[in-house]
């Protein structure tokens, strides 16, 4: 298993990493560790070069949780997916957050660009094991979703005055304008 593991993006991980649009970034720092999912409409992340990745900071939940971890110790692990595969790619390096307008400009979409773009260092790259992703049967496409918690309704537990039903019907309108 250890064999496996590449000290750069190979041309077959390159394909595959520039076939991914949703990443899984997880950061550690003083406070703890975090696991943010990531997603593009194109390839999530671009690769500049066999040791170098791009990751921009599109608009999320604003927490900052996986920046400020960066910033503060900047080791990371990336697990790439690609929707139809039970293989999962993973990458371990060390990132730096920048907002060099000559980097961020690399990500311009109709005139948006990210605040900053994370550029991560690889220290190692490999396959994972598919098996938890045939287990969980993920990519068959059975919505399971029926009768769970709406954000509205976890948002309404946390604050009861909190209007849960406008926040579920209008978010997916208020998101698709704030994608980039």
């Known amino acids: 298993a250890i064999g496996k593991a590449s000290a750069q993006i190979t041309p077959l991980y390159r394909q595959w990493i520039n076939a991914s649009r949703f ?13 943010s999912p990531r997603g593009d409409a194109d390839a999530v992340v671009r690769v ?28 990371l692990s990336l697990m790439f997916m690609v929707p139809g595969s039970d293989t999962v790619v993973r990458i371990n390096g060390k990132a730096a957050v920048t907002a060099d307008p000559q980097i ?6 109709e005139g948006k660009t990210p605040c900053t773009v994370t550029v991560i260092g690889v220290r190692e790259v490999y396959f994972q094991c598919a098996k938890a992703l045939m287990r969980s049967r993920l990519w068959h496409g059975d919505d399971e979703s029926a009768g769970l918690p709406t954000a509205g309704q976890f948002l309404q537990e946390q ?22």
């Open 104 to 109: 961020v400009e690399h990500f311009n979409r």
């Open 48 to 75: 500049v070069d066999a040791r170098t990745l791009w990751l921009p900071d599109w608009k999320g939940n604003n927490r900052l949780d996986s920046l400020r971890n960066i910033v503060r110790d900047g080791r």
């Open 23 to 35: 990443v899984v970034l997880s950061t550690v720092g003083p406070d703890g560790t975090d696991a």
């Open 159 to 180: 604050a009861p005055e909190f209007d849960g039903s406008t926040y579920d019907n209008g978010y997916p309108q208020y998101a698709k304008e704030r994608l980039w």
